[in-house]
């Protein structure tokens, strides 16, 4: 790497209608803060592209002067890719904008909005499209490695809702991406995460969405988790693709509708989703509550864009995290046994194992169709391992790793990207599949030297074999 000198930063200020921030700035450190606070990475310069045109010119100095390039999107990514290390970081978090066309029901998206800002401008149309749960997650990262949400059962993956992208290739050169035009990066943008360009804008199919969905949750005693399970696994397998119940194990969090003897308790927890009628969510609520003796719930109808944010206390950004996560096509009694037996030992107040459901349309596309290839998947189980101090670090990670290694027989054996640690680079083939090849082909003709690496990296053929 050449020693980057002040004239050439001058240079590139010329170039960018942004911002460029360096390590002298006053606000270097904030633009540096991402999601996961174990993430402490410098880099040498900092681009707050301003708009599109911007993007190519960062791209080609990077280039220029063999900085390490990384693209940050909302900066959740639990592996903090987003930065990079003494290198050039194209930070898109003054690029928000969504603009809806109703007649169409489809939105055009800068690659720094966030889930929040997405959900606000097209619900103000009565629209929606499946993204995640945490409304602070960027849009762009979630898209490019698959995306899924409460509405994933009913509308597919993030990525299925795709229509088109504009992307700057490696060259420095702008593309427009969709099933009719260079159908291949299409292809493989969607699921193959930042390896094949920087994308400046997204434009996604909407549905029709009710203002208001009904949704809650229900929490019972940890004691009960078995039974539930069970229970739960059963229902999913025939309940309508508008409901989507997702499970959390974890320590009670202080929640005003709880009795107050049961905070930092152990419980098991139904996050219930229903897009329809508050006749029949109620129903449905009535069924599930009967799984056990819940120790309280809190459900009925709300808009669904706070819905959308309802997890975001329990996600708060400046936490030490860790995940690890696994693809399942059923829930197995040796999955239920597993997991319960390491739930026991949970190792701090914040951490939580999470089993959503993906069951429902995504599983109906070939896996060839996009490069996300786990089709076959009906269920993701992700510890979020959650703490505050760095001397928790060692155990913390071991324990995950520990509930990471004991559930894997049970596993479908794909992975999801999204949720891989920055130590996972080994699992990145098994998460592709057999899509794996076309993907390393594709690296090859788009991004021969592996310009975009801080990622879920697909490295280009001759350089695999090196
Ligand atoms: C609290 C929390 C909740 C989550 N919930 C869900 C969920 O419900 N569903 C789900 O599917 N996932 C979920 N995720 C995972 C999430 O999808 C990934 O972390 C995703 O990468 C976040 O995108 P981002 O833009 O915020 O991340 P960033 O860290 O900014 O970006 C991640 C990577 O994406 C690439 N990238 C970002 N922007 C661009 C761009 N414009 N062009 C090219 N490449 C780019 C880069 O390689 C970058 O390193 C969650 C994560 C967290 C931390």
């Known amino acids: 790497m050449s020693p980057l000198k002040k004239t050439h930063v001058e240079g590139l200020k010329k170039s960018i209608t942004g911002r460029v921030i360096s390590p002298q700035d006053k606000d270097y450190d904030e633009a540096r803060t991402i999601w996961n606070s174990m993430i402490d990475k ?22 220029e002067h063999q900085l390490e390039l990384s693209v940050l999107g909302g900066g959740h990514h639990i592996a903090g890719n987003s930065l990079a290390e003494n290198g050039l970081t194209i930070d898109f978090s003054n690029m928000r904008k969504v603009t809806v066309d109703t007649q169409s029901k489809r939105a055009r998206v800068e ?16 629209l929606a499209t499946p993204t995640g749960i945490n409304s602070t997650t960027g849009i762009a990262g979630l898209t490019l490695g698959g995306g899924f949400g409460w509405l994933t059962r009913q509308y597919g993956m993030t990525i299925d809702n795709l229509l088109s992208a504009r992307i700057v290739t490696a060259e420095g050169k702008t593309l427009k991406v969709s099933e ?24 996604y199919q ?11 949750l229900i929490v ?53 989703f229903f897009n329809g009628s508050a006749d029949k969510g109620e129903s449905l609520t ?6 056990g003796n819940p120790i309280g719930d809190h459900i009925g109808m709300q808009p669904y864009t706070q819905w959308q944010q309802a997890f975001d206390p329990l996600l708060t950004p ?17 999955l239920i046994d597993t997991v319960n037996k390491h739930a026991a030992t949970i190792p701090t107040p914040h951490t939580e194992i999470f089993l959503g459901s993906i069951s429902g349309v995504q599983n109906d596309i070939p896996a060839n169709a996009t490069a996300y290839s ?29 509930f990471f290694d004991a559930t894997k027989p049970f596993a479908s054996g794909g992975a999801y990207v999204n949720f891989m640690t920055e130590d996972e680079s080994e699992r990145v083939p098994s998460a592709y599949g057999a899509n794996y090849e076309r993907l390393v082909s594709l690296k090859q003709k788009y991004d021969p030297d592996n310009l975009f690496h801080m990622n879920q990296n697909i490295v280009p053929e001759p350089l695999a074999r090196k």
């Open 180 to 203: 009719n035009e260079n159908s291949d990066l299409f292809w493989a943008i969607r699921g193959g995460g930042g390896n094949f360009g920087v994308v400046t804008e997204f434009e």
């Open 111 to 126: 690659p720094g909005a966030t889930l929040a800002d997405f959900d606000k401008a097209t619900l103000a149309h009565g």
């Open 374 to 402: 786990a089709r076959d998947a009906r269920y993701i189980v992700n510890v979020h391992g959650r703490w505050e101090k760095p001397e928790d670090d060692k155990r913390c990670i071991s324990w995950c790793r520990k």
């Open 286 to 291: 009535e069924f599930l509550k009967g799984f």
């Open 42 to 63: 410098k880099p040498a310069v900092i681009v707050q592209v301003a708009k599109a045109g911007d993007v190519p010119h960062a791209v080609r100095f990077a280039r």
């Open 318 to 334: 400046g936490m030490r995290n860790y995940w690890k996560s696994h693809n399942f096509r059923s829930i197995e009694n040796e």
């Open 206 to 216: 909407l549905h029709n969405m009710n203002p208001e969905v009904y949704a809650g």
């Open 220 to 272: 019972f005693p940890f004691i009960e988790a078995k039974n539930i399970m069970k229970q739960y696994r059963e229902f999913s397998k025939s309940a309508p693709k508008e409901l989507n119940v997702w499970i959390v194990i974890r320590h009670a969090p202080p929640l005003p509708f709880l009795p107050e003897d049961q905070h930092g308790k152990m419980v098991i927890v139904l996050a219930v």
